[in-house]
């Protein structure tokens, strides 16, 4: 960040009243919107006040800067010389493995440097990264991205996940693979996949809960990414928990499978989630690309996390970029108002409502276990995020033209790229 103190300004702006944790700031539009003076000094927000009647109407609308749950930094970027013209799950695992096979620290560092400058650039404040940890291209994907990490801690919080087989963790190189992932401040990951019905399976999740438990090491699984068998993974999980609890916070990213259990089955299951204090990550733009697919078919069925069921029963939901431009997605930008867009008719979250964005919000930032959850309030960081846009549909049309800032400095003043510089890139 540039140097020196962080100058005080004042604007006024369009805010979402669920975002607002200060009464008597009025009950908003009918689209959730109320005019808000928000003053801020030394990097805090310093003062919130609702508009009086009279007043000229904002021409901007306010969202805290916000936070990525789920990417794939390592792979991103990687259509062009990988695609799955197919669009299938099998396809995307195919050329995954291909590239994998030709990564090299300098690749790596590429295209996270260009992902984090695009999320940088787009408003984000935190991200959690998937890593594929098995196989040749694991070490030099680690390396790269601790060093991106490290480098960019001070305006993006970056959290990595060791992506690997569920049964992984049963094997004798699950312990060194664990130890270097807790000194990098990461999680644990796996992917289970279904039936999930094999002792080996159970065993590697088993393994998994123990050893995170043990290390205190947080736990982000790829759970039930499938259109088939319900709900398998899930219910495995809950099965081991019920058995043995744990005290480390797990994540279950995707959990698309859950949209084909009946509603009553659904709800039990939500419950028990609930109970253990899951969280989930839907990821609708991968999910809904990959999933459902059949030859010369039009989809009938688009698994998705059912993140209203979830919400009702007090599990902690939000909502994922997951894969930018690799075989497994071939589209996106690390740009979070892009993702509410594309979300609204996929997974029908209106933002006007409160529980239709959080998910973008503060769920995201509760799940990454971040010291702010993106409440706007007196004493909170001045990161904001203020959009050409008076209304919400002005928001969702397109993404509009922004401006950003950081601890109460506007990103130009910020040097946003002086990454590139420190690091030769």
Same mark, same amino acid.
């Given at each position: ?5 962080? $100058? ?35 990097? &805090? ?13 904002? +021409? ?6 916000? &936070? ?9 970027? @990687?259509?062009?010389?990988?695609? #799955? ?8 695992? *195919?050329? #995954? ?25 787009? /408003? ?12 040749? /291209? ?32 049963? +094997? ?28 080996? @399976? ?11 438990? !043990? ?35 797990? @994540? ?28 989930? &990550?839907?990821?609708?733009?991968? #999910? ?6 059949? $030859?010369?078919? +039009? $989809? ?60 973008? @919000? ?39 033209? !922004? ?15 002086? #990454?590139?510089? *420190?690091?030769?890139?």
């Amino acid at each position: 960040m540039a140097g020196g103190s962080a $100058p005080a300004g004042t604007l006024h702006a369009w805010c979402s009243v669920s975002l607002l944790d200060q009464a008597g700031l009025g009950d908003g539009r009918r689209d959730g919107l109320v005019a808000i003076e928000i003053a801020w000094r030394h990097g &805090v927000i310093s003062a919130l006040r609702e508009l009086p009647p009279g007043a000229d109407p904002p +021409t901007e609308l306010m969202l805290p800067r916000l &936070v990525e749950p789920h990417a794939h930094l390592d792979k991103a970027f @990687t259509w062009a010389d990988h695609p #799955n013209h197919e669009g299938t799950y099998a396809g995307a695992m *195919a050329a #995954n493995r291909q590239e994998h096979a030709t990564r090299s620290v300098e690749r790596v560092v590429a295209r996270a440097e260009r992902g984090l400058q695009l999320a940088w650039r787009h /408003g984000l404040r935190g991200m959690r990264s998937h890593i594929d940890s098995l196989g040749p /291209g694991a070490a030099c994907s680690w390396e790269a991205l601790q060093d991106r990490r490290l480098l960019w801690r001070e305006r993006i919080e970056l959290q990595l996940v060791a992506l690997v087989p569920i049964s992984h963790w049963s +094997t004798p190189e699950a312990g060194e693979l664990a130890r270097q992932v807790v000194a990098a401040g990461g999680l644990l990951g796996g992917v289970l996949v279904p039936p999930c019905r094999d002792a080996q @399976t159970r065993r590697g999740l088993e393994d998994l809960l123990a050893l995170a438990d !043990r290390l205190g090491c947080g736990i982000d699984l790829h759970i039930d990414e499938a259109d088939q068998d319900p709900a398998a993974g899930l219910r495995l999980l809950v099965q081991c928990l019920d058995r043995r609890p744990v005290s480390v916070p797990i @994540t279950c990213s995707h959990a698309s499978s859950l949209a084909l259990l009946s509603a009553r089955a659904l709800a039990q299951l939500a419950d028990r989630m609930a109970a253990h204090r899951l969280g989930v &990550v839907a990821l609708p733009l991968t #999910n809904g690309w990959l999933l459902g697919r059949r $030859p010369q078919q +039009t $989809p009938l069925q688009r698994p998705l996390a059912p993140l209203m069921q979830l919400q009702r029963a007090g599990v902690v939901v939000a909502v994922g970029g997951d894969n930018v431009q690799d075989p497994w997605f071939p589209g996106g930008s690390f740009d979070p108002i892009a993702l509410m867009a594309a979300s609204l008719p996929l997974a029908q979250l209106a933002p006007w409502q409160r529980r239709g964005l959080m998910p973008f @919000t503060t769920e995201a930032a509760r799940l990454l276990g971040l010291a702010w959850d993106g409440r706007l309030q007196v004493g909170a960081p001045a990161d904001l995020i203020l959009l050409e846009a008076t209304h919400w549909g002005e928001v969702l049309a397109s993404p509009p033209q !922004r401006r950003v800032l950081v601890a109460g400095r506007w990103l130009t003043e910020t040097g946003a790229d002086h #990454n590139a510089a *420190a690091s030769g890139s």
